[in-house]
C-alpha cells in the first residue's frame, strides 16, 4: 500500500513546484509586459501645433502636430469647421477682411483623449499695406465762362476706392467729402494762375491729380451775376460692408439634420439696400434662405444643417457649425439738412441773355427742395440781391434803366436783360 502511494505524492509535488514556477514567470512577465503596453501599444496625447503664412487674406498653416488621428479647424471667422485630416501638411484659408482671428486646432487621438491649441492670428489686406490705393479715374476741367475774371470752371471727376476726397480749388482752403461729387464749379474773381487739385485716400493711401488754370484781367465796370442754389433734403451715406452669420448644431439633435437659424441686426440709423451671400459647401446646409425683415433693418438666415460624418464616428466632437458670408449695401439717411451748392459767376451780355449753369445738389443729398439766389452787380455796385428771382425788375445798368428776368430752363438759369424804355418783357413765366 505504502508502495502503491509514493508516486502519487511524489506527482503532487512536482505539480506544485510547476505551479509555482509557472506564477513566478507570469508576474514577472507581466510585470515587464505592463510598461511596454503602455509605452508602445498605448498611444500619447495629441499635440496639436501648426505654424501660419499669411498672404494678403489667405493663410497657410503649416501642420506640427503629433498623436491627433481626427479634429477640427476653428479658424476663428464664423466659417465653417474644417476636419483635422493628420496626412495633410498644409492647409490654407482666405478670410473675408482685415482684421485678428483666434484660431484654433482641437485633436484627439484614438482613446479619445483630447487637446487643443488656440492662436491669435493678425490679417493684413493689400499685402502688407492696411488699406488699397484708391484710383481717380478722371479728372477733366472746362472753362465755362470768358478768360478773364470772374472765371468759372466746371470740375468733372470719377473717384473708386476712396473714404475721404480733399479739393484744393485755388483759394489755399483744402474742402473734405466723404461721398465724392461728379461735378463741382469753381469761380476764381481775381487774375493769375491757379492749381486745382484733387486728393482721393483710403487708410493711409492716397492718390491725386491737379490742373493748372489761368484767369486774365477782367473789366471790373461790366456787369456781373453770381448765382448761388441751396438745397433741402435728406443726407443719405451709403457704405458696402461684409458680414458674417454663423449657423450653429444644436448640441441636442440627434437626428442626421438640424434646423438652424440665425439674425444679424444693423447697428442703428443703417438700413439694408441691398443684400448677396456666399452659401457653404451643400456638404454642410441644405435650402438656405436669406430674409431682409421689412423695416430693412435686420436679416435673418435659415437652413436644414446635415451632421457631418466625422459625427457618426461617436467620438466626443463639438458642434459643428458653418458661416454664411453676406455681402451688404447699407443706407444711412439724416436731416433734414440744407447743403449749398457751389457758386457761378459770369459777365452778363448787356442787353441781351446769358445762360448761367445750375450747380447740381451736393452728393449723398436726396432733394427735396432748392432755393435759387441771384446777385447782379453793375460793376462794383450791387443792383440786385432780393429774394427770388427778377421778374421784368428795372434796374440801372450801365447808367440806363434795364428790366431784367432770370428764369430756370433745362437746368440752366437764363437771365435776359432789355432796354427799359421798350417795354418789353423778353421771358414770359409759365402760369
Known amino acids: 500500500m505504502a508502495e502503491e502511494k509514493a508516486p502519487s505524492k511524489i506527482s503532487g509535488w512536482i505539480k506544485a513546484l510547476f505551479t509555482s514556477v509557472f506564477g513566478l514567470v507570469s508576474g514577472a512577465a507581466l510585470m515587464y509586459l505592463t510598461p511596454l503596453v503602455n509605452n508602445v501599444i498605448k498611444p500619447g496625447k495629441p499635440v496639436p501645433n501648426f505654424a501660419q503664412q499669411a498672404s494678403g487674406l489667405t493663410v497657410t498653416f503649416n501642420n506640427r502636430s503629433t498623436g491627433g488621428t481626427h479634429g477640427w479647424w476653428d479658424f476663428g471667422d464664423g466659417s465653417a469647421l474644417e476636419p483635422y485630416e493628420p496626412e495633410k501638411d498644409t492647409i490654407t484659408h482666405t478670410y473675408p477682411r482685415s482684421g485678428n482671428y483666434n484660431v484654433k486646432l482641437s485633436l484627439q487621438n484614438l482613446l479619445g483623449e483630447e487637446s487643443e491649441r488656440a492662436v491669435a492670428v493678425n490679417i493684413v489686406d493689400g499685402a502688407g499695406t492696411s488699406a488699397s490705393l484708391p484710383t481717380i479715374e478722371a479728372f477733366v476741367v472746362q472753362k465755362l465762362s470768358g478768360d478773364n475774371a470772374p472765371a468759372t470752371f466746371k470740375i468733372i471727376s470719377s473717384v473708386k476706392n476712396a473714404k475721404l476726397i480733399a479739393w484744393e480749388l485755388g483759394d489755399e482752403k483744402i474742402t473734405t467729402e466723404t461721398t465724392p461729387s461728379p461735378e463741382r464749379f469753381v469761380t476764381l474773381n481775381e487774375p493769375g494762375y491757379y492749381n486745382l487739385r484733387l486728393v482721393a485716400f483710403n487708410g493711409d493711401q492716397h492718390t491725386e491729380k491737379s ?221
Open 211 to 431: 490742373q493748372q488754370v489761368f484767369v486774365g484781367m477782367g473789366d471790373n465796370t461790366k456787369p456781373t451775376a453770381t448765382l448761388k442754389v441751396t438745397y433741402d433734403g435728406m443726407q443719405v451715406e451709403q457704405k458696402p460692408d461684409r458680414q458674417m452669420i454663423v449657423l450653429d448644431w444644436d448640441p441636442k439633435q440627434q437626428g442626421a439634420t438640424c434646423h438652424v437659424s440665425r439674425e444679424l441686426a444693423l447697428a442703428p440709423g443703417w438700413t439694408i439696400a441691398d443684400v448677396k451671400y456666399e452659401a457653404p459647401s451643400k456638404d454642410l446646409v441644405h435650402g438656405l434662405k436669406l430674409e431682409v425683415t421689412p423695416d430693412r433693418t435686420r436679416v435673418r438666415a435659415t437652413a436644414e444643417m446635415l451632421k457631418p460624418k466625422t459625427m457618426l464616428t461617436g467620438k466626443s466632437l463639438p458642434p459643428p457649425h458653418c458661416g454664411v458670408r453676406l455681402d451688404l449695401m447699407l443706407v444711412r439717411r439724416s436731416g433734414p439738412v440744407s447743403r449749398a451748392g457751389d457758386p457761378v459767376a459770369f459777365e452778363l451780355t448787356t442787353p441781351g441773355s446769358t445762360m448761367l449753369p445750375l450747380p447740381g445738389p451736393p452728393a449723398g443729398l436726396e432733394v427735396q427742395a432748392k432755393r435759387i439766389a441771384l446777385e447782379i452787380r453793375d460793376g462794383t455796385q450791387l443792383i440786385w440781391n432780393s429774394p427770388g428771382l427778377p421778374n421784368a425788375a428795372v434796374m440801372a445798368v450801365k447808367n440806363r434803366p434795364m428790366r431784367v428776368t432770370a428764369l430756370e430752363q433745362s437746368g440752366q438759369l437764363r437771365v435776359d436783360i432789355v432796354d427799359a424804355a421798350k417795354n418789353v418783357i423778353p421771358v414770359s413765366r409759365p402760369n
